[in-house]
């Protein structure tokens, strides 16, 4: 059968194509996004450079304050590892069993990162300061419009571990004074305040991370009984032996001189380059068989 079909032309095909792009649901069909649809609001103005502009009600803002609960801000104190590297070692370290974190780069030195579970987050902030790729970062609540300030790394928070406590120390004054030996005391840890753990004191310790801290510290009775206390802490923030500032250790440090011309590195000298390569290289006589790709190294922590 002829198809006698009349083709749409002049006008009519405009009015045609008009009426088929005011369908509502053309173009929604096609894309895929959220459940809920959006829709046309507001009056927009034109500003004196020209372009337009809309204005945006404060409760349309405070409305959906809520929906940032999830984010929290990292901000480095130099130059921060890549943003995939980030992503990576957070997931590693803060969410081995969700593996749910996502980071979005901002201005400067600064992350957003969006963690789902409050457990964690919670977590994250108690800590205060992490090491990301030997960087030093500090975390903190986020939410639109506010950057918190970060502290000057002229002092650093760290978790105070002393072992050998004599049990009859382990109250809140008395390792206030023993705590104030190394630093300046803030607060016990959970497990120390509750005697769930005796075989170690912890105590949060605001420290000058230039002085290293002591092997051991003293503590008498008043009988003159001195019972010697060991000291550590899990994490310590870094020094750069170039430039003294903390936050970043000397390799990488943008003040520090190159000291090796062949991999460019400002930690080792040159000869201690050459002396690393002659013991791996081929043996004389010998040919070098070129090593298969190794396989990817799991981030230091």
Known sequence: ????????????????????????????????????????????????????????????????????????????????????????????????????????????????????????????????????????????????????????????????ELRDVPLQFFNEEALEHIASQVGDPKFLHPQTANKTNLEVAKVFTIIDPRVPLPEAVNARFESGEVRRIRVSSPWMPPVCSFCKEIGHPIKRCKKAPITCKFCKSTAHPQAEYTRTKSKTGPKPGTTATPKPPAAAKKPPF
């Open 1 to 160: 059968m002829a198809n006698t079909s009349v083709p749409v032309v002049g006008k009519e095909r405009e009015r045609h194509e008009s009426s088929s792009l005011d369908k509502p649901d053309l173009w929604t069909s096609l894309f895929k996004g959220t459940s809920k649809k959006l829709q046309k609001r507001g009056e927009s103005y034109m500003l004196p450079s020209g372009e337009s502009c809309v204005t945006i009600p404060n409760s349309v803002i405070e409305k959906n304050r809520k929906s940032w609960d999830s984010f929290i801000i990292g901000q480095f104190y130099s130059d921060p590892p890549s943003q995939g590297t980030i992503q990576t070692i957070v997931n590693g370290i803060w969410s081995k069993q969700f593996r749910d974190i996502t980071v979005s780069k901002m201005e400067g030195f600064a992350f957003l990162f969006r963690i789902p579970n409050v457990s964690t987050r919670a977590y994250v902030l108690k800590q205060c300061l992490w090491q990301i790729e030997g960087q030093t970062m500090f975390v903190a609540k986020w939410e639109p419009g506010i950057v918190p300030t970060k502290p000057e790394l002229t002092t650093a928070p760290i978790w105070l």
